[in-house]
C-alpha cells in the first residue's frame, strides 16, 4: 500500500515535470528571436566551470559567447549534470550541449553533432621523482585509429611499464574504458567520482599514474602544487576515446545544427579557437593541431 | 533469440553476484576490525568522563561531540584526504598506513563510532542502582572486585539493546569506505552499475547482502539478549516472560 | 588559477575567489534537504505506524517489511539506488502517458525522498512508540465522559505522544542532518559536496573539510537546542493537559 502510494507520488511529480518541461519550450519567443538554452556541466576546468561566486567560467563559456555572437542569437548557459542533459536535450528543456562531449558512435545515434572544435590527447601523469616518470615512448603519439605493428609494439611497451602500478582514473569516463579495454588486469585502476579526489591521492602518491586529457593537466601542471608533477609516456588519441570534442544538438534540428557548423568552421579558420586553447588549456586544442600532430606521428 | 537475452541476463547477474559475495569480506573485516576499536575507545571514554580530572573529562566530552555532531562522511574524508594534505602525516612513520584507504576507513568509523557507544555506556552506567554500589562498598568490595562482580555485567546486560542498535549501523556505515576507493561491497556494485549501465539489479543484489548481514546480527543479538536476561532460565523457559 | 597561492582566510572569505558565501549557502542547503526529507519522513513514518497497528495482516506485514528492509540497507545505497534509478522510473512513468523521457528530476527532490524514505522507517517506530504509551483504560475513560474523536484526540491522545515522540524525535533529526551528507554523491551544492569541490579544486582539503566540521557542529548543536525548547514547552503542555 505504502510502496503503491510511493509510485503513485512519484508517478504524480514525474507527469507534472513532463508537463512543466514541455510547456517551457517556446516560453521564450519563437523563431531566430528565441534565446538559445545552452547545457553545460560546470564541473570540469578548464573546459567549464564554476566559479566561487557562481559564474560558469572556462573554454566553452567563452566560446560559446562568440559562435552566438557571430550568429547574432541570443544564448543563455546553464549548467547541469552529465547524468540528464541528453534528456534535457531530447525534452526541449535545452537546446544545445557544449560540454566537451567527445563523437562516439554510440552518441551519434541519438545527439546531431556539429564539427569537433577541439581534440586532444590522453596523457599519463606521475610525480616527478615516481619511477614512472621515465616511460618509455616520452610524448610519442599512440593513434588507436591507426593500427599496424608500430601500435601494436608501443601497446606491448606501456603494458610493460604500467604492469603492477596503480592508475587513478575517473570512473566511466572514456579513459576508464580505455584502460579496461588495452592493460586489461595487468595494472590495477582505482576509481574516483570527481577530478579533485584523483588529483590530491596523485600528489600524495597513493596512486602512481593517472590517465587524463591534457587539456586539463597542462594547466593543473602549471600550478604551485603541480610543479610536483609530470608528463610521461606516450600521449593517446582515437579508438574508444572518440572523435574529438562537438556540440551536440536533437538530431532534427538540422538547420541551427549547420548554423552552428559554419560558424566552427570559421572560428577554427581565423585563429579563435587556437586563441581560446592557449588562454585556457595552455595549447593548441583545434582540430587541425592534432590531425597535424597525428600525421606527423605516422 | 529471447533465450539468448535471457542467458546474457543470468550471466550477468551471476558474475555480478560472484563479484559482489567476493567483496563480502572486506565489507566484514572493516565492520569487526572498527567494532572492536569502538568498543574499547568507547569504554575507554567513558572512564575518561567518569574521571577525577577535568581535563580528562573535557577531552572526552570533546571528542564525543565533536564526532557525534558531524557525519562520518566527512570525518572519512578528513582522515583519508585531509590529514594526507598534512606534511607531518604523509612524511611520518604511519604514512604506511594512512596510504592505505581501508585503514583510514576503519580508523574512521573507530573514532566516529566510540563517541555513540561511549553515550550508550554510560546510560547503562547511570541506570545501575546506587544502592547495589553502595551495598558491594558496605561488604568491603575493593574497586575492581566492584567493577567485576556488581558494574560491569548489568553495564552489559542493560547496555547490549543500544549497543546492539549501534552495531546494526556500523554494519551499514561501512558502505560509506566505498566513497574512498575501497572496493567493499557498495564500492563493487558502483563500479559494476558504472560499466554496465544496469542499475536496478546491480543494487537489488548489493541490497541483499546487507540485509544478510544486518539479518545475522540482529538474530546474534536477540540470542545473546535471551541469555543474559536474568528473568529466562536457560532454555526451558524460554519466551515466557517479558 | 593562483587561488590556490591564497592564504587561508581568503579561500574562505567572501570575496570573489573565497568560498565563504558558498559553503553558507551549501549549509543553508543542507538545512533545508534535512527539513524537507524530515517531513516527508513523517507523513510517511506516520502512515507506516498506522499500518503496523492496522487489523488488517497484509497491511501490518508490508508496513514491518517496509522498516527492516529500511533499517537494515546503508542509506548511502538507498541514494544511490533512487539517484541512479530515478531517470528510468520517470521515463518508464512518462512513457505510459505517452509523454517524452523527461530526463532526472531534480537532484533536490530524490535526495530528500531518498533521505526521507529511511527517516520514515525510523520515525514509524518511534511514533508506534508514542501510540503504545498511551494507557487503554484513559482513552477508554474518556469515551465514558462523552468525549468525541477530535477532542479525545487532542486532549488525551497528543499531549502524551507528543511527550513521549519529541525526545525521540530529535534524534531522528540529528540522524537525517548528517545523512543528508550522503546527497552530496549526486552532486547537489549541500554543504558535504561544497566542501569536496573546494578542497578538490583548490587542493587544500583538511582547511575545507575543517570549515565543513564546524558548520555542521553548528548546525548539530543549534537544532539541538531548538529541540530542547521544544520538549520543554511540550512536557508544560503535557503537564496542563
Redesign the interface.
Known sequence: ???F??RAG??C???L???V??GCRDEEGKGADRVLVVGTEG?Y?PWN?T????QLAGFEPDYVRILCARLHRRCRMVAM?W??????L??G?IDLIADSVQVTPERSQVLGFTRPYAMTTGVFVTLRDHRLAGMADKGAMMDFDRPGPALTAMTGRLKGSLAGKVIGVE??GAF?NFL?QTLGSGASI????????R???L????IDATLEDEAYMR?LL????GAALTMAGPRVIGGAMGGGEALAFRPGDTALRSAFDGAIAATIADGTVRRLGLKWFRMDASPAQAAAERKGAR | MGGAAMNADVTFLADTALAIVRAVPVTLGLFVASAIGASLLGGGLVAALTAGLAPVRGIARGWIFLFRGTPLLLQIFMVYYGLAALGPVRQGPFWPAFRDPLFCAGLAMTCCCSAYIAEVLRGALAAIPAGQIEAALACGMGRVTRLRLIVLPQMLRLALPAYGNELVMMVKSTSLASTITVLDVTGVAQQVIAHSYRTLDVFCLAAGVYLGLTGALTALLRWAERRLDPTVSDGAGEGASR | MSEQDLPAFALLGFGTDGWGRVLVLGAVLTLALSLASMTIGSVLGALLAWARGSRRGWLARLATAYGVIMRGVPELLVVLLLYFGAPGLMAAVAGLFGLPAPGSPPAFLTGSLAIGLVSAAYQAEVFRGGLLAVPKGQVEAALAAGMGPWLRFRRIVLPQVLHHVLPPLGNVWQFNLKDSALVAITGLAELMRVSLVAAGSTRRPFLFFAAAMVLYLALTSLSSAVFRRIEARGSQWAGRR
Request: charged fraction near 25%; avoid cysteine; glycine fraction near 12%.
Open positions: 500500500m505504502t510502496a502510494g510511493i512519484l508517478a511529480v514525474a507527469a515535470a513532463t508537463a518541461l514541455g564541473l576546468p566551470y566559479r566561487p561566486d557562481g549534470d547524468d540528464g542533459m541528453v534528456g534535457a531530447q525534452t528543456k570512473i566511466s576508464d579496461n582505482r576509481y574516483y567520482h570527481t577530478m579533485g579526489e588529483d590530491l591521492d600528489l600524495n602518491g597513493r594547466p602549471a600550478t604551485r602544487d
